[in-house]
DNA sequence: TACATTTGCATCGTGTGCGATTTAATCTTT
DNA sequence: AAAGATTAAATCGCACACGATGCAAATGTA
């Protein structure tokens, strides 16, 4: 106890209840997600889809900041599942652009009773829904920070 | 635009964010886990350890919220760098009981400085030090909710 | 037009996460 | 004490993440 520094203590860093609560809310999500056959990144792309219906790869990736090597293998497997079309633009051969099939575009109306109940399992007592609303304001407001910070490197 | 559920979108959901912002923290560290070469879920089995010096696997899971299926590869490859040591209780031949080597032991210094450098990082005008500890604290209320709710299944 | 640079995606290797199962040790119950 | 249940690690398979690199198409520039 004598030699620890405050500042190495797992609970006064901001890192790991972010990392443990992204995890634990992932889990949240599988009994709902596994119904669909889905995982949770692939719910996510789905989410941007069905928002905008046709995005490239680069443009997937900039919404959820990931990269086309995360992407590539996870899009194959949505095509696999006949989820997602991915069709190499003709205007210009690098992009690829992916869109909704038939079955997954249908996907959308299982799906929407989904963050209704996420919402309301993270509603208790000790968490009212304006408080929940201010900290995930919070929560966007430090992502602004922090993708800020890495983007000017 | 008209088929889209408000409850749909990336933005409103808060599970999104904290997914990002997760995934950016850790990249955060790797310029300053490089040095030391460890990866950021081995930096929080260190941050464990010099906490308690001896744990067991099941101690430091109950801590970082992981399964011995994570943490066995994790500790060993621990292991091989020479950083920690790995053995089999005599009195619970069941439990592995995981220590602290010299070298790990010494790493402690090096990375006292990680913290501050990090929490620095997130101080700014839009979000200063008070604001960040009152965040900081919801997020930690909210992990204990979910800890709740994914235990009593 | 030539050619270097940039861009968008794909590939590769390593390291997590995690559901499911296995194995061995310990505990419980009778 | 023997049988059955529980527990702690380990193992397995799959799906991310991500740094690094490769590659072809597009763009910029002389």
New binding site residues.
């Given amino acids: 106890m004598s030699t620890t520094c405050e500042q190495l203590q797992l609970n006064n860093q901001l890192c790991f209840p972010l990392?443990a609560a992204s995890?634990?809310t992932?889990?949240m999500y599988?009994p709902h997600l596994k119904p669909l056959d889905i995982?949770?990144?692939?719910y996510?792309v789905l989410l941007a889809l069905w928002q905008y219906e046709k995005m490239?790869?680069?443009?997937i990736?900039a919404r959820l900041?990931?990269?086309?090597?995360?992407?590539?293998?996870?899009?194959?497997?949505?095509e696999q599942k006949e989820l997602i079309h991915?069709i190499?633009?003709k205007?210009?051969?690098?992009?690829?652009?992916v869109s909704l099939s038939t079955k997954g575009e249908k996907l959308k109306e299982q799906a929407a009773e989904i963050p209704l109940k996420i919402q309301s399992a993270f509603t208790t007592e000790d968490f009212n829904e304006s408080e929940l609303i201010s900290f995930k304001n919070n929560l966007v407001k430090l992502l602004h920070i922090i993708q800020d910070k890495t983007n000017n490197k």
């Fill in positions: 990392y995890r634990l992932t889990k599988t995982t949770y990144p692939q996510l490239s790869v680069k443009n990736g900041f990931l990269e086309s090597n995360t992407l590539t293998p996870l899009l194959k497997r949505l991915r190499r633009s205007t210009d051969e690098r992009t690829v652009m």
